[in-house]
């Protein structure tokens, strides 16, 4: 039977109570080598945010019957990693806020927030050596994987717009890069903490990996195309949409500049049905790759949790 929603909603919840207070009792040991001033600010930095990935190393230890306190160093290693590329690309971007607070660098300074991104990474990654080889493994792939992503990325965003073809790297690997990886990962690392094989990790990878990927198209979704009438995208956003555009719609990414609102409407008519339909089949994945794990009885909260996630993040969910 499948998982209603509020179920979803109450199992979330509740391992985002469970994960905030595994977090404060572990964070003194995690980071060991910082002084409690120092450590106030990683403090910081880690709250607030949906803790998706962090729960979902949880809800796949508990869908394969592993202990619960196994989950928790293993899902503030995933939600340190998230942190930190966060805090990169504020810097990067010039993003002076996050979560509506000041960013990291906003209040640190670049160089400090550099230097705290750069320790939450090793130290994440240290923690999960220290728990076994397959754990630093999953971990340290994904840190690469995601690092190699963001150095491909244009120095100027705007530079996708008018490229033939458009510059840059397609719009499917840009969401696993940018996403599906770490969603991949932390589904990745609940199986070894209930002590899955390797093919039930590879399994539960890929339920995450798309449903990674289908959270970020949402969120594209609604940055980018469901904007009010009325309201033209500027040349940021419109950047942010290229790749989007030339994966679903490529005769109509060669846009006039600047493009005309007709134009721009019927983009983001096409564009809205292209993505809607992209979202549905990693779901449909997601959930092909739910049914290859082993039965227990979370089986329904496995299957129906990617829509429920993509679901929250539409709603604007905390």
Sequence with gaps: ?????????????????????????????????????????????????????????????????????????????????????????????GDASRRNRPATWATEGPRRAV?????????????????????????????????????????????????????????????????????????????????????VAAHAFEYGARTGEAYQMADDLQDLVGRPPGRPATAAQLALLAPAAWHFCPDLAQAPSPPGPDHAARLRLVLRSAMAAGIEARLQQARAAASQLPGGFLDGLLATAPDHIVAAMAAGAP
């Design 1 to 93: 039977m499948a998982t209603s929603v509020p179920a979803f909603e109450a199992y979330w919840q509740a391992t985002r109570e469970r994960l905030e207070e595994g977090f404060e009792r572990a964070l003194p040991h995690f980071f060991d080598r910082l002084p409690a001033g120092h450590l106030s600010t990683v403090r910081t930095v880690l709250a607030g945010g949906k803790r998706l990935r962090g729960s979902l190393v949880c809800l796949l230890n508990d869908a394969l019957g592993g202990d619960p306190a196994a989950a928790v160093p293993r899902a503030m290693a995933v939600e340190c990693v998230h942190a930190a590329s966060l805090i990169h690309d504020d810097l990067v971007d």
């Design 115 to 199: 230097l705290l991104a750069d320790l939450m990474f090793a130290t994440a990654l240290q923690r999960m050596v220290e728990l076994g080889r397959d754990d630093g493994l999953a971990l340290a792939q994904a840190i690469a994987t995601m690092a190699a992503g963001a150095f491909q990325e244009p120095l100027e965003p705007t530079d996708t717009l008018h490229s033939p073809g458009g510059e840059g790297m397609p719009y499917p690997e840009l969401i696993y890069l940018k996403t599906g990886v770490l969603f991949g990962t932390a589904c990745r690392m609940g199986a070894l903490a209930a002590g899955a094989s390797a093919s």
